[in-house]
């Protein structure tokens, strides 16, 4: 034990050294876009259109968002209020419902005429949290729930999806 806090404590100057010579996340260009969009959202209501880049998951896509005429930067939007198994997954089953909710997601988005609203600030950087819509789905996050993709999130905490992999979504 002691051999390991002795370890620890020389460690500490070399940790404050790399934190402060090499860029944080929170410094890219990513996090300052993200940060960017939620600051200039305006009302819950307001409507932005997006350009749907890539889906990187059953609840997260990045698209450049279009806030004012040449003011369109690229950023990673989560839809809000829902939890989506992981494509890192812990389990074969939690592999296969992360892919099928990512399809899930890609054919919603597919439908065209994409806009986010009820922008936030997402507890990562990088990212926003944020309502979305298309021109046939008024609600992004509740078409994923009600099709059995996603379970409801309201922040905290997220239990796993292995334990009860069979009986939370369709395969």
Request: net charge positive; aromatic share 8%.
């Amino acid at each position: 034990m002691f051999v390991f806090c002795v370890a620890a404590s020389t460690m500490l100057p070399v940790r404050d050294w790399v934190r402060r010579w090499l860029p944080s996340f929170a410094d890219s260009q990513a996090a300052r876009d993200a940060e960017m969009v939620w600051k200039r959202a305006g009302s819950p209501d307001m409507r932005y259109g997006v350009d749907v880049i890539r889906i990187i998951d059953g609840d997260t896509f990045e698209a450049r968002v279009h806030l004012s005429p040449g003011l369109d930067p690229t950023t990673r939007i989560r839809l809000r209020g829902i939890d989506a198994p992981e494509l890192k997954a812990a389990c074969p089953e939690e592999l296969q419902m992360a892919e099928a909710a990512t399809e899930a997601l890609r054919g919603l988005l597919g439908q065209g005429d994409v806009a986010i609203y009820n922008i936030g600030p997402d507890k990562y950087g990088g990212r926003v949290v944020a309502d979305a819509a298309t021109k046939r789905t008024s609600n992004l996050s509740l078409a994923m729930l009600a099709a059995g993709h996603a379970r409801s999130y309201g922040g905290g905490h997220r239990s796993g999806w292995c334990a009860n992999a069979g009986q939370s979504m369709p395969r």
